[in-house]
């Protein structure tokens, strides 16, 4: 966001030299002058950038050494790449979000067609939203996640030549690539659509599980878990945290919105400090290394996400980087879906030090178990009642 601020500072600057220049230095200029300031002034946020080399997000850090250290292990772990998420509360919605949609986009296909099928049945299945606006755009969403499974485009033709006034399109367009950029722009729809689906999904199965106790993974139901962080239970929760758009994700989000989706979730987390190992938390479809995948059956999409102090962005293992929008793996051949770099799960450094996170693990149960045993009142558990293990979700708490 600083660098969005600063790149509009200076075209305006630039903008206000030009139009000093075309004024011959005296007040008054042309309207076509003036046009040239306004434009420039006026930024349109990126929702999602480009998959960039992790060198980049090493360089940004580069006078942190022990940062530095935490890149270069993710990219001994296999990862390749990683995508700047524009962060304005929503980022973990938006990269869960569209880092299914490019997996399914990238995915051969029957299994495109399959998970397309699936992510839609999904969304129409979930509350829908109330106002016409946001309706109408769900409607259209739906409609490309449909062409994406039945023909493998996200853009039909028209579209794709509606938008080539606003970005410049190459003859042939894979449907990664048309993903992008109908996501890049803020202005598009399909953006906060998506966004309202994610948090609708992660809010009706909160609701819909609250009072069951294995649904949390821990033994404990959400509706516990909430009155230990200080809700009023789970609608109160979904009521103040999961709904209200621009609100950061926290706390049960992590755990409901891959389940919500039927996927997995690897979250890296980057903090500036300490340590130079990564710990990594599993959320969601196969999170437990002790629940493989059943004998037969398709393994989940796998969205892997990097947290820094407050926003996530994309991260992309290396069979999982694309190259002019196709899954590309190292050898140059076309990459099977990735799962979680490094090996066995068990191998993974862990919020609780265990060597594995499932479920809602990296919550503090015991506190929230406490609360449930003495009927403690709203609140009287603290600041929201986490394992510290190390990393500590506080942070992902406050994460976008």
């Given at each position: 966001?600083?660098?969005?601020?600063?790149?509009?500072?200076?075209?305006?600057?630039?903008?206000?030299?030009?139009?000093?220049?075309?004024?011959?230095?005296?007040?008054?200029?042309?309207?076509?002058?003036?046009?040239?300031?306004?434009?420039?002034?006026?930024?349109?946020?990126?929702?999602?950038?480009?998959?960039?080399?992790?060198?980049?997000?090493a360089s940004e850090f580069k006078y942190?050494?022990?940062?530095?250290?935490?890149?270069?292990?993710?990219?001994?772990?296999?990862?390749?790449?990683?995508?700047?998420?524009?962060?304005?509360?929503?980022?973990?919605?938006?990269?869960?979000g569209f880092g299914l949609l490019e997996?399914?986009?990238?995915?051969?296909?029957?299994?495109?067609?399959?998970?397309?099928?699936?992510?839609?049945?999904?969304?129409?299945?979930?509350?829908?939203?109330?106002?016409?606006?946001?309706?109408?755009?769900?409607?259209?969403?739906?409609?490309?996640?449909?062409?994406?499974?039945?023909?493998?485009?996200?853009d039909d033709v028209n579209t794709a030549?509606?938008?080539?006034?606003?970005?410049?399109?190459?003859?042939?367009?894979?449907?990664?690539?048309?993903?992008?950029?109908?996501?890049?722009?803020?202005?598009?729809?399909?953006?906060?659509?998506?966004?309202?689906?994610?948090?609708?999904?992660?809010?009706?199965?909160?609701?819909?599980?609250?009072?069951?106790?294995?649904?949390?993974?821990?033994?404990?139901?959400?509706?516990?878990?909430?009155?230990?962080?200080?809700?009023?239970?789970?609608?109160?929760?979904?009521?103040?945290?999961?709904?209200?758009?621009?609100?950061?994700?926290?706390?049960?989000?992590?755990?409901?919105?891959?389940?919500?989706?039927?996927?997995?979730?690897?979250?890296?987390?980057?903090?500036?400090?300490?340590?130079?190992?990564?710990?990594?938390?599993?959320?969601?479809?196969?999170?437990?290394?002790?629940?493989?995948?059943?004998?037969?059956?398709?393994?989940?999409?796998?969205?892997?996400?990097?947290?820094?102090?407050?926003?996530?962005?994309?991260?992309?293992?290396?069979?999982?980087?694309?190259?002019?929008?196709?899954?590309?793996?190292?050898?140059?051949?076309?990459?099977?879906?990735?799962?979680?770099?490094?090996?066995?799960?068990?191998?993974?450094?862990?919020?609780?030090?265990?060597?594995?996170?499932?479920?809602?693990?990296?919550?503090?149960?015991?506190?929230?178990?406490?609360?449930?045993?003495?009927?403690?009142?709203?609140?009287?558990?603290?600041?929201?009642?986490?394992?510290?293990?190390?990393?500590?979700?506080?942070?992902?708490?406050?994460?976008?």
């Amino acid at each position: 966001e600083m660098a969005t601020a600063a790149a509009a500072a200076a075209a305006k600057e630039e903008a206000r030299r030009r139009l000093v220049a075309a004024r011959g230095g005296h007040a008054g200029g042309s309207g076509a002058a003036q046009a040239m300031v306004t434009a420039a002034s006026t930024v349109v946020p990126c929702n999602v950038g480009p998959q960039e080399p992790l060198s980049t997000l090493a360089s940004e850090f580069k006078y942190n050494a022990a940062f530095v250290e935490k890149v270069s292990n993710l990219e001994k772990r296999g990862y390749a790449a990683w995508r700047r998420i524009r962060g304005d509360g929503n980022c973990l919605y938006r990269a869960v979000g569209f880092g299914l949609l490019e997996q399914i986009a990238a995915s051969p296909g029957h299994r495109r067609e399959r998970l397309a099928s699936g992510l839609r049945r999904r969304l129409e299945a979930s509350t829908p939203p109330v106002e016409h606006g946001p309706l109408a755009a769900l409607e259209r969403l739906l409609t490309h996640i449909q062409r994406l499974g039945v023909a493998g485009r996200w853009d039909d033709v028209n579209t794709a030549t509606c938008m080539s006034s606003c970005f410049p399109l190459p003859r042939e367009e894979s449907a990664v690539a048309e993903l992008e950029r109908s996501f890049r722009d803020s202005r598009n729809g399909l953006d906060l659509a998506l966004i309202g689906c994610m948090r609708r999904l992660t809010a009706d199965h909160l609701i819909a599980h609250a009072s069951d106790d294995e649904a949390s993974g821990c033994g404990i139901s959400y509706d516990t878990i909430c009155e230990a962080q200080g809700y009023r239970g789970v609608q109160d929760f979904c009521q103040r945290v999961v709904l209200p758009e621009g609100t950061e994700a926290e706390s049960l989000v992590m755990s409901a919105l891959p389940v919500a989706l039927g996927i997995s979730l690897k979250i890296a987390f980057l903090d500036r400090v300490g340590a130079s190992e990564v710990p990594f938390c599993d959320y969601g479809a196969g999170a437990s290394a002790s629940s493989p995948p059943r004998s037969g059956t398709e393994e989940p999409p796998e969205v892997h996400v990097q947290l820094r102090p407050g926003h996530y962005d994309l991260l992309y293992p290396g069979g999982a980087a694309t190259r002019g929008g196709a899954c590309i793996a190292q050898n140059g051949s076309p990459a099977p879906t990735a799962r979680s770099p490094g090996g066995v799960r068990g191998q993974d450094a862990s919020c609780d030090g265990s060597g594995e996170v499932s479920g809602v693990g990296a919550f503090d149960v015991g506190a929230a178990a406490t609360a449930r045993a003495q009927q403690v009142p709203p609140g009287a558990q603290g600041s929201g009642g986490y394992a510290g293990g190390g990393v500590g979700l506080d942070a992902a708490r406050h994460g976008s």
